[in-house]
């Protein structure tokens, strides 16, 4: 596809949105500025009739709560399946620090059985071939918006060969490398440097902040990789794209689980998400991590909303 041809797939299954928010979209899409999104917006836009606003649907808040949240659930019974050995793989596409990764967590924590790892931040093509090593008997290597793998060939590779389809997946790494030895896997012992070949039986876990599908519709070098990490895995899109989205699962999970564990009353709850949604588009970055560092400085006392703006807000 061509970038007009994105921009007009972007602008036809948003025009209900924002022009803004739409702009947005085509920007990451297109992984390009806003004003050559919005370039990109006055031309598309030109190119589709305008929709009679009786034909216009728009979600109400319980709506897009009740689609949000029907998808988080179905995160859980998928990391379930991903530690039970029944799911080898699961991609769950999804805004940063919105909750993707906290359940999760929990489970592992309250299992002692299954052999895991969560890498976080960056990991080389090697790091993941150790991490894969260690959880070949049944393990889970979960990785956390660790973005930057996603633009490695040598990680895409090795993810692949994973999370192959095939009754035996083997894994090779047949680079010279002093961490490597030409031994049998089922011969190692710790310490001993890593088989170049080793049976890989676990199971992998991506969340991540890349949209795999914008990625494959744009045709590039990469494509093919993205289409084949998502071909092996269960795919899941949380579906939050849009501040509107994004506040609404803020909203939920704020008032109903994390100020009542930080000890805020619903009181004083109801003022932070007010001043939150009041300057939501102004806040650097919008997320459930933002609610607790805006709880930290309510609890300073005084001037707590001066001190937010000057923080954790964008300058103009």
Known sequence: MTKTEIALQVYSDNRSMARAEVVRLIADSLETN????STYFAKVSSMVPAVPAEAAIVESDDEILHR???????????????????IRSMICFGAPGVGKTFGIEKMLRDQSEVEYDIIKGSCTAAGLYHALFHARKGGIVILDDCDSIFDDEQTLNLMKAALDSTDTRNISWRKMATWVDDIDEGDWVEGDKIPKTFEFKGSMILLTNIDMQARVAKASKMSAHF???MSRSLYLDLTMKT?????????????NHMAPSMGVNQYDAAEILAFVNANADRMTDLSLRLMVHVVDIFKLGGDWKEMVSITKMKLS
């Open 34 to 37: 806003i004003a050559n999104a």
């Open 68 to 86: 949000i949240s029907t998808r988080f659930n179905m995160l859980d019974k998928m990391a379930h399946g991903a530690l039970a050995g029944t």
């Open 243 to 255: 501040n509107r989205e994004i506040l609404i699962r803020i909203k939920d999970v704020f008032m």
């Open 227 to 229: 289409q084949a990490l």
